[in-house]
């Protein structure tokens, strides 16, 4: 019998007339839980504790009535008295002291009908925590770039300006999409209408205003708008912030970065950063499925596989040992499964769908 135990919070130890030991120990005092007999003991924290001995020694007692118990309790009353009433009640194990004891989680025994889709972690019922932990672990990689593809936010990508690019001329872009067969000066006008006079087109930055400029070039299906123009400085942080806001809610989530550098640091062709608040890869534009339990579990349509659906099988057919001979003609028994008593009607099939086929 074993439990295990993870640290979600901070726990307040309960008053003691002694001062309660600080070292990575769950130290236990007087344990008096059931057929137990007031013994005392050290479990070490970060290790993993086995309990064992033969039936009725008290290793339930021990791991669930008063570890898990105790455990349990105190990080229950870090709630408020609303929230507690959702909670089942746990009382106080018998034990004379317990300190440094983290909240902790139980996995019981259970006796399942096992099938052909059961897994240990389905049989001890731990997958449906590793469900919950693995969305928070998850780190998603774009198929086609490798680049590490994470959603983003104003301030995730404020840090990374700042911190790798400081000194360096941006401009922020967000894309608007063109219809089809929009004219240049019809598609200007609108954005200017909304208070946008700048666009970045084939490289270069373009007025709204001045449309003749473009010299008969197309709009491409997707035009970048200028939000802003500044210099990457700690002194500019208000404005970026807000400059990154704005053209993520217009680029519905996605934002871009063309950056240019001042005298020897100016490169030949300006570079181009792009984010995106949710998981796509904003180089790419791929869309990753975003971490949901239901993704981490074969007993759900999003997370299972695609060629056994789940079940760790699939269904096929071995030509090489349904024909073993294909010297032999269809009458003089090419398919071994078709003779004999059981499949003589499938034989009987075969021979006379193939005699019209001849």
């Not at 025994?109 to 997958?127: A, D, K, L």
């Not at 401009?171 to 208070?195: C, I, K, N, R, Y």
């Not at 400029?213 to 404005?239: F, I, S, T, W, Y």
């Not at 996605?254 to 984010?275: C, N, R, W, Y």
Request: charged content about 25%.
């Amino acid at each position: 019998m074993s439990t295990r135990k993870k640290k979600a919070a901070s726990a307040p130890a309960e008053p003691s007339p002694a001062a309660a030991p600080t070292d990575a120990f769950i130290h236990i005092r007087g344990v008096r839980q059931n057929n137990l007999k007031g013994f005392d003991l050290d479990l070490p924290l970060g290790k993993l504790n086995v309990i064992t001995g033969p039936s009725g020694s008290g290793k339930s007692s021990l791991a669930f009535d008063t570890i898990y118990a105790e455990g349990q309790r105190r990080y229950v009353e870090t709630f408020s008295p609303y929230t507690r009433q959702f909670f089942e009640r746990m009382d106080k194990p018998n034990v004379d002291a317990i300190h440094g004891i983290p909240p902790a989680i139980a996995i019981e025994q259970v006796n399942n009908i096992r099938s052909t889709r059961s897994t240990v972690g389905t049989i001890t019922e731990i997958n449906d925590y590793l469900k919950m932990l693995f969305p928070r672990l998850a780190v998603g990689e774009c198929p086609e770039c490798h680049r590490p593809v994470r959603p983003e936010t104003p301030e995730s990508i404020l840090h990374a300006l700042l911190h790798a690019h400081t000194g360096k001329t941006a401009l922020l872009l967000f894309g608007v999409p063109v219809p089809a067969d929009t004219a240049v000066e019809d598609f200007f006008s609108f954005l200017q209408a909304q208070g946008y006079v700048r666009v970045l087109l084939y490289g270069e930055v373009f007025r709204t205003d001045e449309p003749q400029n473009l010299k008969g070039r197309k709009l491409p299906a997707m035009v970048h708008v200028v939000q802003d123009r500044m210099v990457l400085e700690p002194a500019n942080k208000p404005r970026l912030t807000e400059a990154i806001e704005v053209a993520l809610r217009h680029g519905k989530g996605q934002v871009s970065i063309s950056l240019t550098g001042t005298g020897k640091d100016a490169p030949a062709k300006p570079e181009m950063l792009s984010f995106s608040t949710d998981w796509r890869c904003a180089d790419c534009d791929f869309k990753l499925p975003e971490p949901t339990p239901g993704l981490f579990s074969f007993n759900n349509p999003i997370g299972a596989c695609p060629s056994c659906r789940g079940f760790g099988r699939t269904l096929g057919l071995d030509l090489g040992k349904a024909m073993p001979d294909e010297t032999l003609s269809i009458r003089g028994g090419l398919v071994r499964a078709f003779q004999g008593d059981t499949y003589s009607e499938c034989q009987d099939d075969l021979e006379r769908c193939a005699k019209p086929r001849r």
